[in-house]
């Protein structure tokens, strides 16, 4: 191990690691990285199969995102957000309404995922509260979900691995089935779906309506609950009835939004207009932390008041609107512009899918799922009663590594080997991607 790997583990504290693995499995120290490949410090390469944690757009170090960011610091690196303000915040904003669902008109800036989250809760929660209806405060999610890791996101996330011992710390929140087709209660297929998942949502809307104050959902994929894709017609039907009950609609677009699903948000393949929408990761393809929460005139009007009516949303983050950061946003959708980039993805989805159920060849492949650049494959040990392989398989540890000796990386949710490719990839190098992980699980060993 060398001095800078030794050092990393005297210091550091990694996420999601138990870092007693690291004495046998050290990170990988990364020392440059250009369009979707990242360079090692022995002189290896790894196409990078999951955007790094699902950020990276159009490849690392793009020249005008760099650019951009050089620009800005020449005149201005950070200043407060609270009774000041800056161009590149100005123009961000502006551009982020008009690429956003119409009724989204304020935009309110924080630093990642989880903070736009908790910020669209409390200003669903307040916005109850600022127009006298106290009773809606509850709020309501899929028991699959995930929307981020402090405890606000936490709470309206599902109860797992991940979480599972901070309960005790969660506000109460209400949990319904999530649309899991796969693994469908009532055994239905894709094909002859008939939503009956809905209900639930349905029947709770009907009978609690008056206590519901929103209800969060991920957009047709939910990311790290294990890449489930459901029905565009159940997130159809949940605005509907949302709107029906006066409940707001959250819509966590953090992982989805910035063109993963072939469209510039997720919502854009049902046309449907939530009352908040969080969006992060891809908003500077990767380059610099930034988030927001968009809401309507509606909502941002319920705060607007005399300041002795005690309607303020008092809410920020140090780094809220950060002018570097907005710059680097700015530069990566000025590039989605100029190089066509939904245009361009859009005729690279169809043979992505197409390569993709290739791997219902492969007997431990038990679901193939994909929407846009995203894709999964569920394993199981056994395709008919569609077991799970056990927390002690490791079967994910074992592909990260089998990955790492073809140049990928691969890093499982669990049995769920998934795909959130850079948006710049090409056609060959897909190919390449998908022809070595054929090879990796059709080799696994259990």
């Known amino acids: 191990m060398n001095k800078w790997l030794k050092k990393d583990l005297q210091y550091n504290w990694h996420p999601y690691t138990q870092m007693k693995d690291c004495l046998s499995n050290p990170p990988i120290l990364i020392e440059r990285a250009k369009g979707i490949k990242l360079y090692d410090d022995k002189g290896n390469f790894y196409y990078d199969t999951i955007s790094s944690w699902w950020c990276n757009i159009h490849g690392h170090n793009h020249p005008e995102i760099k650019k951009a960011i050089i620009n800005q610091l020449k005149s201005l690196d950070h200043i407060l957000f609270a009774g000041f303000t800056h161009k590149s915040a100005i123009k961000l904003a502006e551009k982020l309404v008009s690429i956003s669902p119409d009724n989204l008109t304020k935009v309110f800036f924080s630093d990642n995922g989880s903070t736009a989250v908790e910020i669209a809760l409390k200003m669903s929660?307040?916005?109850?509260?600022?127009?006298?209806?106290?009773?809606?405060?509850?709020?309501?999610?899929?028991?699959?979900?995930?929307?981020?890791?402090?405890?606000?996101?936490?709470?309206?996330?599902?109860?797992?691995?991940?979480?599972?011992?901070?309960?005790?710390?969660?506000?109460?929140?209400?949990?319904?089935?999530?649309?899991?087709?796969?693994?469908c209660p009532v055994g239905r297929e894709r094909t002859n779906c008939d939503i009956e998942c809905i209900k639930p949502v349905e029947d709770?809307?009907?009978?609690?309506?008056?206590?519901?104050?929103?209800?969060?959902?991920?957009?047709?994929?939910?990311?790290?609950?294990?890449?489930?894709?459901?029905?565009?017609?159940?997130?159809?039907?949940?605005?509907?009835?949302?709107?029906?009950?006066?409940?707001h609609l959250i819509l966590d677009e953090v992982a989805t939004g910035f063109g993963r699903t072939g469209k510039m948000f997720a919502s854009e393949h049902v046309d449907v207009e939530p009352d908040l929408m969080c969006i992060s990761k891809g908003i500077t393809s990767g380059c610099l932390p930034l988030s927001a929460t968009l809401t309507t005139e509606d909502i941002y009007n319920a705060f607007y008041a005399d300041y002795e009516d005690k309607k303020t949303f008092y809410h920020g983050h140090t780094y809220t609107a950060n002018p570097i950061s907005c710059s680097a946003a700015l530069a990566s959708l000025k590039i989605f512009e100029e190089n066509n980039v939904l245009k361009n993805v859009n005729l690279l989805i169809p043979e992505f899918h197409k390569m993709l159920r290739e791997f219902k060849k492969i007997e431990i492949v038990?679901?193939?799922?994909?929407?846009?650049?995203?894709?999964?494959?569920?394993?199981?040990?056994?395709?008919?009663?569609?077991?799970?392989?056990?927390?002690?398989?490791?079967?994910?540890?074992?592909?990260?590594?089998?990955?790492?000796?073809?140049?990928?990386?691969?890093?499982?949710?669990?049995?769920?080997?998934?795909?959130?490719?850079?948006?710049?990839?090409k056609q060959k190098e897909v190919e390449l991607i998908i022809s070595r992980t054929f090879k990796i699980i059709k080799n696994l060993k259990g």
């Open 204 to 247: 709770l809307f009907k009978t609690k309506n008056k206590d519901i104050a929103g209800i969060i959902l991920e957009p047709l994929v939910m990311a790290a609950g294990g890449m489930i894709i459901y029905p565009s017609k159940y997130l159809k039907r949940v605005a509907s009835l949302a709107k029906k009950y006066n409940i």
């Open 366 to 425: 038990g679901d193939v799922r994909c929407i846009g650049m995203i894709g999964a494959l569920e394993l199981v040990k056994d395709r008919e009663t569609k077991e799970k392989f056990s927390f002690k398989d490791r079967i994910g540890l074992k592909i990260y590594k089998e990955g790492l000796k073809q140049n990928l990386i691969l890093r499982p949710l669990g049995d769920i080997v998934y795909f959130f490719l850079p948006l710049s990839i």
């Open 125 to 183: 929660f307040q916005y109850w509260q600022n127009v006298d209806q106290k009773s809606k405060q509850k709020f309501v999610s899929l028991d699959y979900s995930y929307h981020g890791d402090t405890v606000g996101a936490m709470s309206v996330s599902g109860v797992d691995l991940f979480n599972e011992v901070f309960n005790p710390l969660f506000f109460k929140s209400i949990k319904i089935p999530t649309p899991y087709c796969y693994r």
